[in-house]
């Protein structure tokens, strides 16, 4: 998978995808990042890519034209014939496990980052973006949910985590939670891991686990089950 982010502060995505999963994934050529520098697109000379709104009131609005430079450069470098441009948004479509696996499909992901009072709307429009909301609160740039985004698709991706049932287990994937999870010792300041789990009876390991994910969901997101 290709990876394109477009952003005005390229600096917050090194360390994040130098790490663990996505390090691996990335040493593995399972995924490329292109981090694109929004500010490399604006024609003043102190690079400069916001602007006071119209109409007045406070913050600064990304203005379009860096954006959209970006942009077509970008798909006529990579030759991307058909862009999707996902915009990170708290006004977009709530993102979810079953997103992430729609996403985890493409063979390019392109992701913008709004920053300070949002994008100018003729950016959204121009490039008719798709956008993507990681929940109902505030954040100040558009990097953080776009490294969510990354995190969650990566993963999903063949070859990225050693066993792929590991993230099919998860909570989400089949649509309850996931079960409660042991490791050794077997007894720690008096708490016992359960006996099912030592028993090595694989068929009784199933159902139990099986159960323990319904009735997790049960008392914590009874929303699921419907
Ligand atoms: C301070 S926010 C702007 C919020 C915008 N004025 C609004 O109320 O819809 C700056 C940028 O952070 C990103 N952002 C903030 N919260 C987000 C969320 N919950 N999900 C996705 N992106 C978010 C967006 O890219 C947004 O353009």
Not at 87 to 92: A, V, Y
Not at 137 to 163: K, N, T
Request: one cysteine or more; aromatic letters at 8%; glycine letters at 8%.
């Amino acid at each position: 998978m290709q990876i394109h982010i477009l952003t005005a502060f390229p600096n917050l995505f090194y360390g994040p995808l130098d790490e663990s999963i996505i390090k691996r994934a990335r040493d593995r050529d399972i995924v490329h990042f292109h981090i694109h520098d929004i500010r490399e697109f604006s024609r003043d000379k102190h690079h400069t890519v916001d602007d006071y709104g119209y109409g007045g009131g406070p913050g600064m609005i990304l203005k379009p034209e860096p954006i959209i430079r970006c942009a077509e450069h970008m798909f006529e470098e990579y030759s991307i014939k058909e862009p999707r441009v996902f915009f990170l948004t708290p006004q977009g479509e709530q993102y979810t496990q079953k997103k992430a696996i729609e996403l985890a499909q493409l063979d390019t992901l392109i992701l913008l980052c709004g920053h300070y009072k949002g994008v100018d709307e003729r950016a959204r429009e121009y490039l008719k973006t798709e956008d993507i909301s990681i929940g109902d609160y505030v954040l100040s740039g558009g990097e953080l949910p776009a490294m969510v985004i990354i995190d969650s698709v990566v993963r999903l991706l063949p070859g990225a985590i050693s066993d792929i049932e590991s993230a099919e287990g998860d909570s989400f994937h089949s649509g309850l939670l996931d079960h409660p999870h042991y490791t050794r010792p077997e007894e720690y300041k008096g708490m016992r891991v359960p006996d099912v789990l030592l028993s090595g009876h694989h068929a009784k390991i199933e159902e139990w686990r099986k159960q323990q994910s319904l009735e997790r969901t049960r008392q914590r997101r009874k929303d699921l089950l419907t």
